[in-house]
């Protein structure tokens, strides 16, 4: 069964800061992982989505990498600025047997950027 | 423009009085699934569906039917709701290819049973 970890659960840092979210899961037998955005009471909002043959995926001030052999991600948020406060999470999709597959979600990195 | 919709996106109801939550997406996606959220147990997945007609069970099936009877709708029935459906609901799609299907979400839906 997969089991995907993300630590820390919640981080604070000043602005302007380079910070670093980590992800792990337990089955390296993933399609793809996906990081998200959650603001309070809101809708996940899609970040990155990094394919299981690709190593690293860059959009703006993010970078997702993914090493699927040690189970690990990373989304990397540079120059971190007030607006980035939210939680991040992140979901693997992975083969549950027959055609079908499943979305396991981490518990989530909730981020505090303080000016 | 892509998007998920859900309706209503705040309800309050009251225990056994039956209701229905609605997903619609205009991408033309196989996949779509509903979730709930927690404070503690982060998101866990109620139901999904690969396409028309096929519907599975996810983590937390209990209390809660669906329906795929068009490939853009998949309502969520709650046939006789209880306190403990109090919850965070969302609505995702995707395209059912493993390699490439990114997961769209819908805004939310705040149900309170009392």
């Known amino acids: 069964k997969q089991e995907v970890t993300q630590i820390p659960a919640a981080l604070s840092v000043p602005e302007g800061e380079n910070l670093v979210l980590n992800c792990s899961f337990t089955d390296s037998a993933i399609y793809n992982l996906q990081w998200f955005r959650q603001d309070p009471g809101k809708g996940l909002t899609s970040l990155l989505l990094?394919?299981?043959?690709?190593r690293e995926q860059t959009s703006g001030r993010l970078n997702a990498s993914l090493d699927k052999s040690s189970g690990r991600s990373t989304l990397y948020i540079a120059a971190s600025q007030p607006g980035d406060s939210a939680t991040y999470l992140c979901?693997?999709?992975?083969?549950?047997?027959?055609?079908?597959?499943?979305?396991?979600f981490g518990k989530g990195t909730l981020l505090t950027v303080n000016p | 423009e892509a998007q998920v919709t859900q309706n209503p996106r705040y309800l309050i109801t009251v225990t056994g009085k039956k209701l229905t939550v609605t997903c619609s997406q205009n991408m033309n996606h196989e996949y779509m699934s509903w979730y709930r959220q927690d404070p503690g147990l982060g998101l866990r997945q109620i139901y999904y569906s690969m396409n028309v007609e096929v519907t599975d069970k996810g983590d937390v099936p209990e209390g809660y039917k669906v329906s795929r009877k068009e490939k853009r709708n998949f309502p969520l029935i709650l046939e006789s709701p209880s306190p403990n459906q109090t919850s965070l609901y969302f609505c995702?799609?995707?395209?059912?290819?493993?390699?490439?299907?990114?997961?769209?979400f819908g805004e939310g839906s705040r149900l309170t049973v009392l």
């Open positions: 979901a693997v999709k992975s083969d549950s047997g027959g055609s079908n597959y499943k979305l396991t």
């Open positions: 990094i394919q299981s043959s690709q």
């Open positions: 995702a799609s995707s395209s059912l290819t493993p390699n490439t299907g990114e997961l769209f």
